[in-house]
């Protein structure tokens, strides 16, 4: 995944079920930018990038929060001007994180 156009402006906030949508498209794109975004288990790096993802991802971003909660309602769509897909993008990274939880990746 590239990264999310998200400029954290939180119009699309709050979320009904608690989700702290710009947090979440914060951190992810913060990995891509340091580069701690792993892509396959083949990298060098692989372990300390994953490791770098997951934890800082439960640092800040509390776990009722986090991309596994999102419940696809749309309540969101509506309110962001970059008319980034949020459900759609949440659902991609839940998945990613549970490729690096389960070390699938």
């Known amino acids: 995944m ?5 400029t954290a402006c939180q119009y699309c906030m709050p979320c009904p079920f608690g989700l702290d949508i710009p947090g ?8 891509i930018k340091e580069g ?11 372990k300390k990038m994953r490791r770098a993802f997951l934890i800082g991802y439960d640092r800040s971003v509390p776990k009722l929060r986090q991309a596994d909660h999102c419940t696809n309602c749309g309540e969101c769509l ?5 008319r980034i897909r949020i459900p759609e993008m949440m659902q991609k990274v839940d998945e990613y994180v549970e490729k690096l939880k389960q070390g699938t990746l």
């Open 36 to 46: 701690n975004l792993a892509t396959s288990q083949d990298e060098s790096d692989y």
């Open 2 to 6: 590239k990264n999310i156009p998200c």
């Open 78 to 82: 509506s309110h962001c001007p970059q």
């Open 24 to 31: 979440i498209f914060t951190h992810y794109n913060k990995c």
